[in-house]
């Protein structure tokens, strides 16, 4: 079974452009998670689709941030435009849904897709 | 979900075991403890997660005190590739829940 695929693993974009980054979760999981970690940085939680319903996007930093999930499959997170700060690694994860006789609430994550912004 | 407290770094010599400890002092009756790592930059990875018993896999052990207020993580021979972040997250295992991460431990095993 596929693990939860990100890509691109790595952009290099100059300040002002635009980034689309895109992340496959596992199949059947309702529960998308957005993360980012800038340098030195704790991991930050952005934002949790169920299905293609935003459940909570508290973390999301600002408004050049969009992330969607049409369909309830796979996401995207655009950046619009990219700010110097926005560079560091975004992490994408999915879990089970709600209830499931196998769900031990456990996260799987990517491997990260690394964002410069130059 | 509860707060962790974490030692900011620990350092474990190759082959001997790592013990990592956690403190989680105002966790609630129904909230799991679930450690993860980070290696270097890769996507966090699962080890472990608990209730109030003691529980082992193939990566480690988890040991959770009797007022489940304290955790330790083991990793029973630590390897060079153990190097990493570990991070203690209580939480209640809903899968709708996310996860939130502190600034973890982080864990240099030396030859």
């Known amino acids: 079974e596929a693990g939860v695929t990100q890509f691109p693993s790595h952009s290099v974009i100059e300040k002002g452009q635009t980034v689309t980054l895109r992340c496959d979760p596992i199949s059947g999981h309702d529960n998308l998670y957005w993360y980012r970690r800038v340098m030195g940085k704790e991991i930050k939680f952005l934002l949790h689709?169920?299905?293609?319903?935003?459940?909570?996007e508290s973390g999301m930093p600002n408004n050049r941030f969009l992330a969607e999930r049409t369909g309830g499959t796979y996401s995207t997170l655009k950046v619009q435009p990219a700010e110097l700060e926005d560079s560091g690694v975004y992490f994408c994860?999915?879990?089970?849904?709600?209830?499931?006789?196998?769900?031990?609430?456990?996260?799987?994550f990517g491997e990260g897709s690394r964002l410069t912004v130059l | 979900d509860a707060k962790t407290t974490q030692p900011t770094s620990m350092d474990c010599a190759e082959g001997r075991a790592a013990n990592l400890p956690c403190n989680h002092s105002t966790i609630s009756g129904n909230e799991y403890v679930y450690w993860y790592r980070q290696i270097h930059s890769q996507g966090p990875q699962y080890i472990i997660h608990?209730?109030?018993n003691n529980e082992t896999n193939e990566m480690a052990s988890l040991i959770i005190t009797e007022d489940r207020k304290s955790s330790t993580l083991i990793l029973p021979h630590a390897t060079l590739r153990d190097t990493a972040v570990y991070y203690c997250i209580v939480r209640v295992p809903r899968g709708n829940n996310d996860m939130r991460f502190g600034a973890g431990t982080r864990l240099t095993v030396k030859p």
């Open positions: 994860a999915s879990s089970q849904g709600l209830f499931g006789a196998l769900n031990t609430g456990e996260l799987f």
């Open positions: 689709f169920v299905k293609e319903s935003k459940q909570d």
């Open positions: 608990g209730l109030k």
